[in-house]
T-cell receptor
Framework: DAGITQSPRYKITETGRQVTLMCHQT?????MFWYRQDLGHGLRLIYY???????DKGEVPDGYVVSRSKTENFPLTLESATRSQTSVYFC??????????FGPGTRLTVT | DAKTTQPPSMDCAEGRAANLPCNHS???????VYWYRQIHSQGPQYIIH???NNETNEMASLIITEDRKSSTLILPHATLRDTAVYYC?????????????FGQGTILTVHP
């Protein structure tokens, strides 16, 4: 299917475990982004990428790692999950000069 | 990126126009005004954006004041499905990253 997808949609994990959230887009957009949204708050930027192998930190990068070996994929890894990382995670992509398109989100609970 | 100020909530009757204001008094010359909305817990959805001229698309109209320090998003005939959080965001567009800094937005409730 064309568009931007995220997997899994829901995930429960334990404190200290590593978890990877996947993001895939079919448009070959150059830019990709990861945001988190906590209850009652707006979205905050975690990491972003301008192209394959080019990534940069956003507003709240601590505790997260990203990679971008292929243009269409932008996985987000929590190396050692903490309860404070319980959140809804949104991935987005953007072509140069155009608006961002968001995925459906992954709801992550860390117990 | 310039900060924006929006009212925390607004109400609108179904079928009427919804006019959502946004102040961005520190906007720079190369920054665009973008509007997104988020329905319930879905991913944000792009609505419209503009630099200095008024813009219209199939979803909404964007009116930007001549000094660019404020703007208004207009949903011409609001429906119940337009109930959402509306975010006004100022960011550099074009070939820049176009990073979005989300504030608290305006909760628009459309009543029958």
């Amino acid at each position: 299917d064309a568009g931007i997808t995220q997997s899994p949609r829901y995930k429960i994990t334990e404190t200290g475990r590593q978890v990877t959230l996947m993001c895939h887009q079919t448009w070959s957009h150059s830019y990709m982004f990861w945001y988190r949204q906590d209850l009652g708050h707006g979205l905050r930027l975690i990491y972003y990428s301008a192209a394959a192998d080019i990534t940069d930190k956003g507003e709240v990068p601590d505790g997260y790692v990203v990679s971008r070996s292929k243009t269409e994929n932008f996985p987000l890894t929590l190396e050692s999950a903490t309860r404070s990382q319980t959140s809804v995670y949104f991935c987005a992509s953007r072509a140069v000069g155009y608006e961002q398109y968001f995925g459906p989100g992954t709801r992550l609970t860390v117990t | 990126d310039a900060k924006t100020t929006q009212p925390p909530s607004m109400d609108c009757a179904e079928g009427r126009a919804a006019n959502l204001p946004c102040n961005h008094s520190t906007i720079s010359g190369n920054e665009y005004v973008y509007w997104y909305r988020q329905i319930h817990s879905q991913g944000p959805q792009y609505i419209i954006h503009g630099l200095k001229n008024n813009e219209t698309n199939e979803m909404a109209s964007l009116i930007i004041t001549e000094d660019r320090k404020s703007s208004t998003l207009i949903l011409p005939h609001a429906t119940l499905r337009d109930t959402a959080v509306y975010y006004c965001i100022v960011t550099a567009g074009g070939t820049s990253y176009g990073k979005l800094t989300f504030g608290q937005g305006t909760i628009l409730t459309v009543h029958p």
